[in-house]
């Protein structure tokens, strides 16, 4: 039991601990509760999730690296290290290539470890939910630990950082950054929600700050939660020897489901297309030069034949084509460009595929639509998905791509 005062009168109240003395939160900071004040249950939906077994993910993540830099990945604990020499500027950053959609209303969860490594002045490391304008993470600034929320909301990248000795639920005294760590974030975006940091620490979310903005603020805190996971390592000043960094795991969560909403959209080749064999295009998309901080979702695949002929379908990732011209989606809105046809199509990834004779519409689970959204590589460009059709006699064979525009 406990006690505690409220308008001048005492009053006795339950007070739980752990088996280690220290006190358990069941209210509203508590982990048993999302960012919308809901209790937890076991099924939320995964939005994304990224270990590094055999090597270090080149289809999920890109790396860019500044000075002497370097990434080396340790199979045996299934680890990439970014790694920095003593000189200043060295920079390393690894980053999705996706983003992750969020949507108003439900909880978005994230959940990074990492080992960090020793703080010291003039080192900066980052882990979190973010971009070069936007997101939430936590930081070790030289000795001092911040969470921090970045806001590009002003036309310029402005930073809420908070230190740790001013973190308002609980200041962690015990955290050790270059120690194993499980860094954890929820939030609730709709422009002026509420986001909670910290830690996972057996088994048990310690929230550590929450930043409250609702009735706080008069614009939104940060420009969008459609953002990319990263790690990032860099020498502010000359180091006294070099640095390492460990990424290990992550996840991103949708509490309480993912249900897309919007138009399905599609690009597809005329129907007058000749007899032809051999494999050939006939459609294909890929994010508008500027529109790259979207979530473009493959929802629908649609192949026919106008005869009896066997026909293979494959959806190809970033091939190597020629003779393409790619113009603004139908739609009007400017976030796709769409082609349907290619003078030569080869190589990339084959992320999905068929067999088909006259006809056949794939409609692809919201799960497989987010696996194969659209991303961008490390100078910015967007991922193109190309639907080809392949027959071995000459068949009058056309297909169609259809999407879905997070925003």
């Known amino acids: ?31 048993t509760i999302d960012a919308f004040g809901r209790q937890r249950v076991s099924n939320p939906f995964t939005l994304f999730d990224s270990t590094m077994r055999y090597d270090k993910r080149a289809d999920q993540w890109y790396e860019i690296t500044a000075g002497g830099s370097t990434t080396n990945f340790l199979t045996n604990a299934s680890t990439l290290e970014l790694k920095t020499t003593t000189a200043s500027g060295d920079s390393v950053l690894r980053r999705t290539k996706q983003r992750f959609p969020y949507q108003p209303g439900k909880a978005m969860f994230v959940l990074q470890s990492f080992v960090g490594a020793t703080i010291a002045s003039g080192l900066v490391q980052e882990v979190g939910l973010f971009d070069d304008q936007n997101g939430i993470m936590v930081r070790a600034s030289g000795t001092t630990i911040q969470f921090v929320i ?8 402005v930073e809420n950082a908070v230190s740790q000795s ?6 962690l005294p015990s955290l050790d950054f270059s120690k194993a760590q499980i860094f954890a974030t929820d939030l609730e975006w709709l422009g002026v929600g509420r986001v909670r940091c910290g830690f996972v620490i057996d088994g048990e979310i310690k929230y550590c ?9 008069s614009s939104v805190y940060m420009q969008t939660a459609i953002l990319p996971l990263s790690y990032r390592m860099a020498n502010t000043t000359a180091q006294a020897s070099g640095r390492t960094f460990q990424q ?40 508008a030069s500027g529109r790259t901080g979207n979530v473009i979702l493959p929802t629908k695949i649609d192949v026919a034949c106008s005869t009896n002929d066997v026909v293979v379908w494959r959806l190809r990732l970033n091939p ?6 790619w113009a ?16 030569t199509i080869s190589g990339g990834t084959i992320v999905n595929t068929g067999i088909v004779s006259q006809g056949q519409s794939v409609n692809l689970f919201i799960d497989a639509a987010i696996r194969l959204a659209l991303g961008i590589n490390a100078s910015g460009e967007s991922d193109f998905l190309m639907l080809t059709v392949d027959s071995e006699l000459s068949a009058k064979a056309i297909g169609q791509i259809g999407w879905v525009e997070v925003v």
Request: include cysteine; hydrophobic fraction near 35%; glycine fraction near 12%.
């Open 166 to 171: 001013a973190w308002n639920i609980n200041t």
């Open 248 to 287: 290990i795991c992550c996840s991103v969560l949708s509490e309480g489901g993912y249900e897309p909403d919007g138009a399905t959209y599609s690009i597809s080749a005329p129907l007058n297309v000749s007899n032809a064999s051999g494999e050939r295009l006939t459609a294909g998309i890929r994010m």
């Open 209 to 217: 700050h929450e930043f409250n903005h609702a009735n706080n603020i």
């Open 150 to 157: 970045r806001s590009f909301t002003t036309g310029s990248v």
């Open 328 to 343: 603004a989606a139908a739609n009007g809105r400017g976030n796709v460009e769409t082609t349907t046809s290619a003078t």
């Open 1 to 31: 039991m406990g006690q505690i005062v409220a308008k001048g009168e005492q009053f006795e109240t339950h007070v739980i601990a752990d088996k280690y003395g220290n006190l358990i939160d069941n209210g509203p900071d508590g982990g």
């Open 320 to 325: 190597t084509v020629s003779g393409v011209t």
